[in-house]
Protein backbone atom coordinates (compact mmCIF):
# COMPACT_ATOMS: atom_id res chain seq x y z
CA UNK A 1 0.00 0.00 0.00
CA UNK A 2 1.21 3.74 -0.58
CA UNK A 3 -0.27 6.83 -1.42
CA UNK A 4 -1.25 5.32 -5.26
CA UNK A 5 -2.29 2.04 -4.08
CA UNK A 6 -4.77 2.00 -1.25
CA UNK A 7 -5.76 -1.05 0.23
CA UNK A 8 -8.96 -2.35 0.01
CA UNK A 9 -10.06 -1.21 3.35
CA UNK A 10 -8.61 2.08 2.74
CA UNK A 11 -10.11 2.23 -0.85
CA UNK A 12 -13.85 1.34 0.97
CA UNK A 13 -13.39 4.45 3.16
CA UNK A 14 -12.42 6.66 0.37
CA UNK A 15 -15.33 5.62 -1.49
CA UNK A 16 -17.76 7.26 1.43
CA UNK A 17 -15.81 10.56 1.07
CA UNK A 18 -17.93 13.33 -0.32
CA UNK A 19 -16.48 14.78 -3.67
CA UNK A 20 -15.32 18.27 -2.62
CA UNK A 21 -14.81 17.59 0.89
CA UNK A 22 -12.19 19.44 3.31
CA UNK A 23 -11.08 16.22 5.33
CA UNK A 24 -9.52 15.45 8.71
CA UNK A 25 -7.86 11.90 8.47
CA UNK A 26 -7.48 11.33 12.26
CA UNK A 27 -4.31 8.47 13.21
CA UNK A 28 -3.62 9.41 9.56
CA UNK A 29 -0.20 7.16 10.20
CA UNK A 30 1.74 7.14 6.71
CA UNK A 31 -0.97 10.15 5.30
CA UNK A 32 -1.72 7.77 2.55
CA UNK A 33 -5.59 8.57 2.30
CA UNK A 34 -5.95 12.05 2.39
CA UNK A 35 -2.48 12.12 -0.39
CA UNK A 36 -4.06 9.72 -2.43
CA UNK A 37 -8.14 11.57 -2.10
CA UNK A 38 -5.71 14.83 -3.24
CA UNK A 39 -4.64 13.11 -5.90
CA UNK A 40 -6.98 11.99 -7.78
CA UNK A 41 -8.88 15.58 -7.28
CA UNK A 42 -11.64 13.75 -5.16
CA UNK A 43 -11.10 16.41 -2.45
CA UNK A 44 -9.69 20.18 -2.26
CA UNK A 45 -8.24 20.03 1.13
CA UNK A 46 -6.83 17.79 4.32
CA UNK A 47 -5.75 17.96 7.86
CA UNK A 48 -3.73 14.48 8.49
CA UNK A 49 -3.64 14.51 12.64
CA UNK A 50 -1.30 12.17 14.29
CA UNK A 51 -0.38 11.56 18.08
CA UNK A 52 2.86 9.39 17.72
CA UNK A 53 6.01 11.77 16.62
CA UNK A 54 7.00 8.37 13.83
CA UNK A 55 4.11 8.24 12.27
CA UNK A 56 3.49 12.07 12.01
CA UNK A 57 6.62 12.42 10.49
CA UNK A 58 6.42 9.38 7.81
CA UNK A 59 2.75 11.36 6.62
CA UNK A 60 4.77 14.85 6.33
CA UNK A 61 7.25 12.81 4.72
CA UNK A 62 3.96 11.69 2.39
CA UNK A 63 2.66 14.89 1.71
CA UNK A 64 5.83 16.32 1.26
CA UNK A 65 7.16 14.04 -1.67
CA UNK A 66 3.82 14.21 -2.92
CA UNK A 67 4.14 18.35 -3.56
CA UNK A 68 0.94 18.71 -1.43
CA UNK A 69 2.50 20.83 1.54
CA UNK A 70 0.11 23.79 0.19
CA UNK A 71 -3.81 21.52 0.16
CA UNK A 72 -2.68 19.06 3.05
CA UNK A 73 -1.70 20.28 6.91
CA UNK A 74 -0.04 17.49 8.89
CA UNK A 75 -0.53 17.96 12.74
CA UNK A 76 0.91 16.33 15.61
CA UNK A 77 -2.00 16.37 17.32
CA UNK A 78 -4.29 14.11 19.69
CA UNK A 79 -7.70 13.17 18.03
CA UNK A 80 -9.88 15.96 17.02
CA UNK A 81 -7.69 18.72 18.40
CA UNK A 82 -6.21 18.31 15.26
CA UNK A 83 -8.34 20.09 13.79
CA UNK A 84 -8.97 23.95 14.08
CA UNK A 85 -12.00 26.01 13.54
CA UNK A 86 -10.37 27.98 10.05
CA UNK A 87 -9.71 24.43 8.44
CA UNK A 88 -13.78 24.49 7.36
CA UNK A 89 -13.31 20.07 7.64
CA UNK A 90 -16.65 18.61 6.29
CA UNK A 91 -15.64 15.19 6.34
CA UNK A 92 -13.65 13.17 9.27
CA UNK A 93 -11.98 9.77 9.09
CA UNK A 94 -11.22 7.82 11.50
CA UNK A 95 -9.52 4.32 11.04
CA UNK A 96 -7.71 1.43 11.92
CA UNK A 97 -8.67 1.25 15.68
CA UNK A 98 -10.88 -0.05 18.13
CA UNK A 99 -14.20 1.18 18.50
CA UNK A 100 -14.32 1.94 22.06
CA UNK A 101 -11.14 4.23 21.02
CA UNK A 102 -12.59 5.96 17.96
CA UNK A 103 -15.97 6.51 20.22
CA UNK A 104 -13.67 8.23 22.92
CA UNK A 105 -11.84 10.07 20.18
CA UNK A 106 -15.17 11.59 18.54
CA UNK A 107 -16.65 12.23 22.69
CA UNK A 108 -13.51 13.67 23.84
CA UNK A 109 -13.22 16.33 20.94
CA UNK A 110 -17.21 17.12 20.47
CA UNK A 111 -16.21 20.81 20.85
CA UNK A 112 -14.63 20.46 17.53
CA UNK A 113 -17.53 19.23 15.68
CA UNK A 114 -20.08 21.66 14.48
CA UNK A 115 -22.23 18.18 13.19
CA UNK A 116 -22.21 19.27 9.47
CA UNK A 117 -19.31 16.59 9.12
CA UNK A 118 -19.54 13.37 7.47
CA UNK A 119 -18.24 10.91 9.92
CA UNK A 120 -16.65 8.03 8.19
CA UNK A 121 -15.38 5.49 10.83
CA UNK A 122 -13.29 2.01 10.27
CA UNK A 123 -13.08 0.42 13.81
CA UNK A 124 -11.20 -2.84 14.38
CA UNK A 125 -13.45 -4.03 16.23
CA UNK A 126 -15.96 -2.36 19.12
CA UNK A 127 -18.89 -1.58 17.34
CA UNK A 128 -21.20 -2.22 19.33
CA UNK A 129 -20.26 0.73 21.55
CA UNK A 130 -19.51 3.45 18.89
CA UNK A 131 -22.88 2.81 17.66
CA UNK A 132 -24.31 3.63 20.77
CA UNK A 133 -22.08 7.02 20.77
CA UNK A 134 -23.35 7.67 17.52
CA UNK A 135 -27.17 7.16 18.47
CA UNK A 136 -26.88 8.92 21.70
CA UNK A 137 -25.29 12.08 19.75
CA UNK A 138 -27.99 12.12 16.91
CA UNK A 139 -25.89 10.61 14.61
CA UNK A 140 -27.72 8.61 12.04
CA UNK A 141 -26.45 5.74 10.34
CA UNK A 142 -26.11 5.96 6.43
CA UNK A 143 -24.15 3.32 5.57
CA UNK A 144 -22.33 0.37 6.65
CA UNK A 145 -19.82 -1.86 5.14
CA UNK A 146 -18.01 -5.63 5.92
CA UNK A 147 -14.81 -6.47 3.87
CA UNK A 148 -12.48 -9.29 4.40
CA UNK A 149 -8.84 -8.35 4.07
CA UNK A 150 -6.01 -10.18 5.43
CA UNK A 151 -8.08 -12.77 7.31
CA UNK A 152 -9.73 -9.83 9.01
CA UNK A 153 -13.07 -8.89 9.26
CA UNK A 154 -12.81 -4.80 8.55
CA UNK A 155 -16.48 -2.82 9.35
CA UNK A 156 -16.96 0.72 7.51
CA UNK A 157 -19.82 2.88 9.64
CA UNK A 158 -20.65 6.17 7.78
CA UNK A 159 -22.74 8.22 9.98
CA UNK A 160 -24.40 12.21 9.70
CA UNK A 161 -25.84 14.29 12.81
CA UNK A 162 -29.92 14.31 11.74
CA UNK A 163 -30.94 14.41 15.65
CA UNK A 164 -33.04 12.27 17.50
CA UNK A 165 -32.20 8.46 15.93
CA UNK A 166 -33.00 5.12 17.92
CA UNK A 167 -31.91 2.08 17.30
CA UNK A 168 -32.71 -1.14 18.99
CA UNK A 169 -29.76 -2.89 20.97
CA UNK A 170 -29.59 -6.06 18.20
CA UNK A 171 -29.46 -3.04 15.51
CA UNK A 172 -26.41 -1.75 17.78
CA UNK A 173 -24.80 -4.98 18.42
CA UNK A 174 -24.66 -6.24 13.97
CA UNK A 175 -25.29 -2.90 12.48
CA UNK A 176 -29.02 -1.66 11.68
CA UNK A 177 -28.04 -1.47 8.02
CA UNK A 178 -25.83 -4.57 8.02
CA UNK A 179 -29.01 -6.35 9.32
CA UNK A 180 -31.29 -5.30 6.24
CA UNK A 181 -28.48 -6.13 3.73
CA UNK A 182 -27.24 -9.72 4.70
CA UNK A 183 -24.30 -9.23 2.34
CA UNK A 184 -22.29 -12.28 2.03
CA UNK A 185 -19.19 -11.20 3.69
CA UNK A 186 -21.73 -9.80 6.68
CA UNK A 187 -23.00 -13.58 7.03
CA UNK A 188 -20.08 -15.04 6.88
CA UNK A 189 -18.17 -12.88 9.36
CA UNK A 190 -21.23 -13.48 11.79
CA UNK A 191 -21.11 -17.41 10.98
CA UNK A 192 -17.56 -17.34 12.16
CA UNK A 193 -18.43 -15.41 15.14
CA UNK A 194 -21.13 -17.84 16.63
CA UNK A 195 -18.85 -20.74 16.28
CA UNK A 196 -16.76 -18.75 18.19
CA UNK A 197 -19.50 -18.20 20.81
CA UNK A 198 -20.02 -21.31 21.29
CA UNK A 199 -16.47 -22.67 21.88
CA UNK A 200 -16.48 -19.70 24.05
CA UNK A 201 -19.26 -21.10 25.96
CA UNK A 202 -18.03 -24.74 25.68
CA UNK A 203 -15.02 -23.68 27.48
CA UNK A 204 -16.92 -21.90 30.28
CA UNK A 205 -18.27 -25.30 30.82
CA UNK A 206 -15.61 -26.60 31.61
CA UNK A 207 -13.56 -24.51 33.54
CA UNK A 208 -11.97 -25.43 36.40
CA UNK A 209 -12.74 -22.24 38.55
CA UNK A 210 -16.30 -20.54 37.96
CA UNK A 211 -16.67 -17.78 34.96
CA UNK A 212 -19.21 -15.20 36.76
CA UNK A 213 -23.07 -16.14 35.69
CA UNK A 214 -23.36 -12.70 34.32
CA UNK A 215 -20.25 -13.32 32.02
CA UNK A 216 -21.81 -16.41 30.64
CA UNK A 217 -25.50 -14.86 29.98
CA UNK A 218 -23.57 -12.35 28.41
CA UNK A 219 -21.80 -14.29 25.87
CA UNK A 220 -24.83 -17.03 25.91
CA UNK A 221 -27.58 -13.72 24.69
CA UNK A 222 -25.15 -13.07 21.93
CA UNK A 223 -24.88 -16.74 20.69
CA UNK A 224 -29.15 -16.40 20.80
CA UNK A 225 -28.93 -13.10 18.70
CA UNK A 226 -26.25 -14.53 16.04
CA UNK A 227 -27.96 -17.70 15.57
CA UNK A 228 -31.82 -15.65 15.29
CA UNK A 229 -29.61 -13.26 12.77
CA UNK A 230 -28.48 -16.55 10.95
CA UNK A 231 -31.62 -18.98 11.08
Known sequence: MNQQTLSMRLERVAAHVPAGAR???????????????????????????????????????TVRENDLDQWITVRLADGLTAIEPGDGITAISICG?????????LDCGKARLSGQERLIL????????????????????????????NRFDYEIIVA???????????ELYFGPLQ??????????KWQR??????????SFAKARQAVPEEKVQDVARQARWIADLLA
Not at 24 to 38: E, F, K, Q, R, T
Not at 130 to 135: D, P, S, Y
Open 160 to 170: ERTGPVMYTAE
Open 97 to 105: MGGETIRDI
Open 179 to 188: MQARSSAFLI
Open 23 to 61: LADIGSDHGYLPVALMRRGAIVAAVAGEVALTPFRSAER
Open 122 to 149: QPNGGEQPLRQWLMENGYCILCEEVLRE
Open 193 to 202: LLREKQRTLS
